[in-house]
Protein backbone atom coordinates (compact mmCIF):
# COMPACT_ATOMS: atom_id res chain seq x y z
CA UNK A 1 0.00 0.00 0.00
CA UNK A 2 1.19 3.39 -0.84
CA UNK A 3 2.47 5.66 1.83
CA UNK A 4 -0.24 8.45 0.95
CA UNK A 5 -2.99 5.62 1.19
CA UNK A 6 -1.23 4.35 4.95
CA UNK A 7 -1.39 8.16 6.16
CA UNK A 8 -4.92 8.39 4.76
CA UNK A 9 -6.05 5.77 6.61
CA UNK A 10 -4.32 6.98 9.68
CA UNK A 11 -6.20 9.74 9.77
CA UNK A 12 -9.50 8.43 9.21
CA UNK A 13 -8.95 5.95 11.73
CA UNK A 14 -8.25 9.20 14.11
CA UNK A 15 -11.20 10.64 12.86
CA UNK A 16 -13.57 7.80 13.74
CA UNK A 17 -12.52 8.11 17.11
CA UNK A 18 -13.01 12.28 17.00
CA UNK A 19 -16.18 11.97 18.86
CA UNK A 20 -14.63 10.72 22.20
CA UNK A 21 -11.71 13.19 22.03
CA UNK A 22 -13.69 15.32 24.81
CA UNK A 23 -10.10 17.03 25.98
CA UNK A 24 -9.32 18.72 22.12
CA UNK A 25 -12.93 19.70 22.07
CA UNK A 26 -12.71 21.83 25.65
CA UNK A 27 -9.98 23.42 24.01
CA UNK A 28 -12.01 24.51 20.98
CA UNK A 29 -14.91 25.60 23.09
CA UNK A 30 -13.02 27.45 25.04
CA UNK A 31 -11.00 28.71 21.81
CA UNK A 32 -14.39 30.37 20.29
CA UNK A 33 -15.82 31.56 23.87
CA UNK A 34 -18.51 29.06 24.27
CA UNK A 35 -18.78 28.56 28.14
CA UNK A 36 -21.25 26.05 29.92
CA UNK A 37 -22.21 28.93 32.01
CA UNK A 38 -23.81 31.22 29.30
CA UNK A 39 -24.27 28.49 26.72
CA UNK A 40 -24.92 24.90 28.80
CA UNK A 41 -27.18 23.18 25.74
CA UNK A 42 -24.48 24.24 22.94
CA UNK A 43 -21.50 23.09 24.83
CA UNK A 44 -22.57 19.68 26.25
CA UNK A 45 -23.70 18.89 23.16
CA UNK A 46 -20.74 19.69 21.56
CA UNK A 47 -18.71 18.18 24.32
CA UNK A 48 -20.84 14.99 24.99
CA UNK A 49 -21.59 13.60 21.29
CA UNK A 50 -20.37 15.95 18.48
CA UNK A 51 -17.94 14.07 16.40
CA UNK A 52 -16.92 17.49 14.25
CA UNK A 53 -13.53 18.82 15.14
CA UNK A 54 -12.22 19.72 12.39
CA UNK A 55 -14.71 21.11 9.97
CA UNK A 56 -18.14 22.50 11.54
CA UNK A 57 -21.66 21.65 9.91
CA UNK A 58 -24.51 23.98 11.18
CA UNK A 59 -27.45 25.49 9.59
CA UNK A 60 -27.74 29.03 9.24
CA UNK A 61 -29.78 31.72 11.25
CA UNK A 62 -29.41 34.49 8.59
CA UNK A 63 -31.42 33.36 5.73
CA UNK A 64 -32.82 37.14 4.89
CA UNK A 65 -28.86 38.29 4.52
CA UNK A 66 -27.97 35.01 1.88
CA UNK A 67 -31.36 35.92 -0.33
CA UNK A 68 -30.27 39.95 -0.46
CA UNK A 69 -26.82 38.80 -1.48
CA UNK A 70 -28.33 36.57 -4.31
CA UNK A 71 -29.99 38.63 -5.35
CA UNK A 72 -27.46 41.79 -5.75
CA UNK A 73 -24.94 39.32 -7.21
CA UNK A 74 -26.49 36.44 -9.05
CA UNK A 75 -28.78 37.77 -11.34
CA UNK A 76 -32.08 36.36 -8.98
CA UNK A 77 -34.20 37.63 -7.25
CA UNK A 78 -34.50 37.47 -3.34
CA UNK A 79 -37.97 35.09 -3.97
CA UNK A 80 -35.76 32.95 -6.04
CA UNK A 81 -33.29 32.94 -3.48
CA UNK A 82 -35.77 31.93 -0.77
CA UNK A 83 -36.93 29.31 -3.00
CA UNK A 84 -34.00 27.77 -3.46
CA UNK A 85 -32.89 27.56 0.27
CA UNK A 86 -36.27 26.22 0.56
CA UNK A 87 -35.27 23.17 -2.67
CA UNK A 88 -32.33 22.65 -0.54
CA UNK A 89 -33.80 22.29 2.96
CA UNK A 90 -36.83 19.61 1.69
CA UNK A 91 -34.58 16.99 -0.76
CA UNK A 92 -34.90 14.22 0.34
CA UNK A 93 -30.94 13.68 -0.95
CA UNK A 94 -30.15 16.56 1.47
CA UNK A 95 -32.05 15.53 4.19
CA UNK A 96 -33.20 11.77 5.02
CA UNK A 97 -30.86 9.79 2.58
CA UNK A 98 -27.94 11.92 4.27
CA UNK A 99 -29.34 11.11 7.25
CA UNK A 100 -29.26 6.88 6.53
CA UNK A 101 -25.66 7.20 5.07
CA UNK A 102 -24.33 8.42 8.72
CA UNK A 103 -27.25 6.36 10.88
CA UNK A 104 -24.41 4.15 12.14
CA UNK A 105 -21.39 6.26 11.62
CA UNK A 106 -19.43 7.01 14.91
CA UNK A 107 -17.73 9.80 12.56
CA UNK A 108 -20.66 11.83 11.50
CA UNK A 109 -23.65 13.47 13.13
CA UNK A 110 -26.85 11.71 12.15
CA UNK A 111 -28.34 14.78 10.91
CA UNK A 112 -25.89 16.77 8.81
CA UNK A 113 -26.97 20.70 7.94
CA UNK A 114 -25.72 21.82 5.45
CA UNK A 115 -25.82 25.80 6.00
CA UNK A 116 -22.37 26.43 5.33
CA UNK A 117 -23.10 25.15 1.50
CA UNK A 118 -26.74 27.13 1.50
CA UNK A 119 -24.38 29.89 -0.54
CA UNK A 120 -23.16 27.24 -2.87
CA UNK A 121 -26.25 25.36 -3.95
CA UNK A 122 -28.02 29.04 -4.28
CA UNK A 123 -25.25 30.02 -6.70
CA UNK A 124 -25.26 27.43 -8.64
CA UNK A 125 -28.96 27.36 -9.01
CA UNK A 126 -29.04 30.84 -10.26
CA UNK A 127 -26.39 30.80 -12.69
CA UNK A 128 -26.30 26.99 -13.70
CA UNK A 129 -23.02 26.93 -14.77
CA UNK A 130 -22.05 23.71 -17.29
CA UNK A 131 -18.88 23.29 -14.98
CA UNK A 132 -18.60 24.09 -11.26
CA UNK A 133 -14.99 23.23 -10.08
CA UNK A 134 -14.58 21.73 -6.37
CA UNK A 135 -11.50 21.66 -4.74
CA UNK A 136 -11.54 20.17 -1.39
CA UNK A 137 -13.87 16.90 -0.67
CA UNK A 138 -13.57 16.24 2.58
CA UNK A 139 -16.42 13.73 3.73
CA UNK A 140 -18.47 14.86 0.39
CA UNK A 141 -20.56 17.35 2.08
CA UNK A 142 -20.22 20.18 -0.60
CA UNK A 143 -20.29 17.54 -3.10
CA UNK A 144 -23.63 16.46 -2.87
CA UNK A 145 -25.05 19.87 -2.45
CA UNK A 146 -23.72 20.49 -5.49
CA UNK A 147 -24.85 17.58 -7.50
CA UNK A 148 -27.86 17.88 -6.47
CA UNK A 149 -28.16 22.18 -7.78
CA UNK A 150 -26.83 20.57 -10.71
CA UNK A 151 -29.34 17.91 -11.34
CA UNK A 152 -32.48 20.60 -10.69
CA UNK A 153 -30.69 22.73 -13.53
CA UNK A 154 -30.75 19.75 -15.48
CA UNK A 155 -34.32 19.46 -15.26
CA UNK A 156 -34.56 22.93 -16.18
CA UNK A 157 -33.10 22.43 -19.41
CA UNK A 158 -29.09 23.27 -18.88
CA UNK A 159 -27.10 20.13 -17.90
CA UNK A 160 -23.65 20.35 -16.60
CA UNK A 161 -21.03 18.73 -14.40
CA UNK A 162 -18.92 18.66 -11.32
CA UNK A 163 -15.37 18.34 -11.47
CA UNK A 164 -13.82 17.58 -7.48
CA UNK A 165 -10.31 17.48 -6.39
CA UNK A 166 -8.87 15.64 -3.04
CA UNK A 167 -5.62 14.17 -2.53
CA UNK A 168 -7.45 11.90 0.42
CA UNK A 169 -7.99 8.71 -1.54
CA UNK A 170 -11.00 8.23 1.16
CA UNK A 171 -12.89 11.39 0.82
CA UNK A 172 -16.22 11.91 -0.55
CA UNK A 173 -18.05 8.77 2.25
CA UNK A 174 -21.48 10.93 1.63
CA UNK A 175 -21.87 10.61 -1.54
CA UNK A 176 -24.13 7.60 -1.97
CA UNK A 177 -22.76 5.36 -4.85
CA UNK A 178 -26.01 5.52 -7.60
CA UNK A 179 -25.66 7.05 -10.96
CA UNK A 180 -28.85 9.22 -10.67
CA UNK A 181 -26.53 11.20 -8.43
CA UNK A 182 -23.25 10.99 -9.47
CA UNK A 183 -23.71 10.93 -13.64
CA UNK A 184 -22.74 14.28 -13.34
CA UNK A 185 -19.52 14.03 -11.23
CA UNK A 186 -15.98 13.46 -11.77
CA UNK A 187 -14.28 12.83 -8.56
CA UNK A 188 -10.21 12.86 -9.09
CA UNK A 189 -7.24 11.97 -6.39
CA UNK A 190 -4.67 13.83 -6.90
CA UNK A 191 -2.69 17.15 -5.65
CA UNK A 192 -4.64 20.22 -7.66
CA UNK A 193 -1.42 21.36 -8.65
CA UNK A 194 -0.68 18.17 -10.48
CA UNK A 195 -3.90 17.55 -11.93
CA UNK A 196 -6.31 20.35 -12.21
CA UNK A 197 -5.51 21.78 -15.22
CA UNK A 198 -5.66 18.45 -17.08
CA UNK A 199 -9.25 17.59 -15.72
CA UNK A 200 -10.49 20.94 -16.46
CA UNK A 201 -8.67 21.21 -19.91
CA UNK A 202 -10.78 23.14 -22.82
CA UNK A 203 -14.03 23.53 -20.79
CA UNK A 204 -15.10 26.96 -19.48
CA UNK A 205 -15.56 27.27 -15.50
CA UNK A 206 -18.41 28.52 -14.20
CA UNK A 207 -17.57 28.14 -10.58
CA UNK A 208 -14.89 27.55 -8.33
CA UNK A 209 -15.29 26.34 -5.23
CA UNK A 210 -11.98 26.60 -3.41
CA UNK A 211 -11.64 24.79 -0.51
CA UNK A 212 -7.92 22.72 0.02
CA UNK A 213 -6.12 24.77 2.46
CA UNK A 214 -6.21 28.46 1.79
CA UNK A 215 -2.98 29.32 1.05
CA UNK A 216 -1.59 31.70 -1.52
CA UNK A 217 0.28 29.14 -3.61
CA UNK A 218 -2.96 27.22 -3.49
CA UNK A 219 -5.33 29.72 -4.54
CA UNK A 220 -2.78 31.89 -7.21
CA UNK A 221 -2.98 28.19 -9.03
CA UNK A 222 -6.42 27.33 -8.67
CA UNK A 223 -7.74 30.88 -9.44
CA UNK A 224 -5.47 31.40 -12.31
CA UNK A 225 -6.69 28.36 -14.04
CA UNK A 226 -10.36 29.03 -13.37
CA UNK A 227 -9.48 32.94 -14.82
CA UNK A 228 -7.82 31.13 -18.20
CA UNK A 229 -10.68 28.68 -19.28
CA UNK A 230 -13.59 31.25 -17.28
CA UNK A 231 -17.04 31.11 -18.27
CA UNK A 232 -19.56 34.80 -18.25
CA UNK A 233 -19.22 35.04 -15.75
CA UNK A 234 -17.18 32.85 -13.22
CA UNK A 235 -17.81 32.95 -10.07
CA UNK A 236 -14.87 32.37 -7.48
CA UNK A 237 -15.98 31.40 -3.66
CA UNK A 238 -13.51 30.46 -0.72
CA UNK A 239 -14.15 29.82 2.50
CA UNK A 240 -11.34 31.10 4.70
CA UNK A 241 -13.17 34.66 5.08
CA UNK A 242 -9.86 36.86 3.87
CA UNK A 243 -7.67 34.41 6.13
CA UNK A 244 -5.78 34.54 2.99
CA UNK A 245 -4.96 38.00 1.08
CA UNK A 246 -5.00 36.65 -2.30
CA UNK A 247 -8.81 36.82 -3.39
CA UNK A 248 -8.53 40.47 -2.49
CA UNK A 249 -5.71 41.12 -4.45
CA UNK A 250 -7.21 39.60 -7.34
CA UNK A 251 -10.41 41.48 -7.18
CA UNK A 252 -8.27 44.73 -6.73
CA UNK A 253 -6.04 43.19 -10.44
CA UNK A 254 -9.08 42.90 -12.09
CA UNK A 255 -11.39 46.36 -10.80
CA UNK A 256 -13.92 44.17 -9.95
CA UNK A 257 -15.76 44.10 -6.10
CA UNK A 258 -14.48 42.25 -3.07
CA UNK A 259 -17.81 40.64 -1.78
CA UNK A 260 -18.06 38.94 1.99
CA UNK A 261 -21.13 36.87 2.56
CA UNK A 262 -20.63 35.41 6.57
CA UNK A 263 -23.53 32.89 8.06
CA UNK A 264 -24.58 33.24 11.34
CA UNK A 265 -24.71 29.41 12.49
CA UNK A 266 -27.71 28.89 14.28
CA UNK A 267 -27.01 26.64 17.60
CA UNK A 268 -23.48 26.27 17.51
CA UNK A 269 -20.48 27.84 19.06
CA UNK A 270 -18.41 28.29 15.77
CA UNK A 271 -18.18 31.89 14.65
CA UNK A 272 -17.83 31.72 11.14
CA UNK A 273 -15.38 34.05 9.37
CA UNK A 274 -17.53 33.67 6.51
CA UNK A 275 -16.91 33.39 2.60
CA UNK A 276 -15.37 35.81 -0.25
CA UNK A 277 -16.88 35.90 -3.55
CA UNK A 278 -15.43 37.30 -6.79
CA UNK A 279 -17.73 37.18 -9.82
CA UNK A 280 -15.53 37.76 -12.88
CA UNK A 281 -17.39 38.72 -16.17
CA UNK A 282 -16.07 36.30 -19.08
CA UNK A 283 -14.22 39.87 -21.01
CA UNK A 284 -12.69 40.41 -17.74
CA UNK A 285 -11.16 36.87 -17.13
CA UNK A 286 -10.33 37.24 -21.03
CA UNK A 287 -7.87 40.30 -20.51
CA UNK A 288 -6.35 39.14 -17.16
CA UNK A 289 -2.95 39.58 -17.90
CA UNK A 290 -1.53 36.82 -15.03
CA UNK A 291 -0.38 37.70 -11.59
CA UNK A 292 1.25 40.66 -11.45
CA UNK A 293 4.43 39.60 -9.57
CA UNK A 294 5.05 36.68 -11.98
CA UNK A 295 3.73 37.90 -15.31
CA UNK A 296 2.27 34.55 -15.60
CA UNK A 297 -0.87 32.73 -13.83
CA UNK A 298 0.85 29.32 -13.69
CA UNK A 299 2.03 29.72 -10.27
CA UNK A 300 2.72 26.21 -8.46
CA UNK A 301 0.60 24.47 -6.16
CA UNK A 302 1.19 22.70 -2.64
Request: glycine share 8%.
Amino acid sequence: MAETDLRARARHIARRMSRLRWLTKRKILAKYGCSLREEPGIYLRYLLWDPEVESYSYDIANDDELCAFGAAHFGITADQARAFLAEARTDPELTTRLSERTRWRFDAKTKLPIGNRLLWYVAARATKPKLIVETGIYEGLGSIVLLRALERNAAEGVDGRLVSLDFDPLCGFLVRDDPALTARWTKVIGMSSDLLPDVVAGEPIGLLLQDTPHTEENQRHEFGVALRQAADPLILIEGSGGYCPTMGQLAEQLGVELLHFREQPKDHFWRAPGQQVVVVPGAVAAAWPGWPDDGSATSAAA
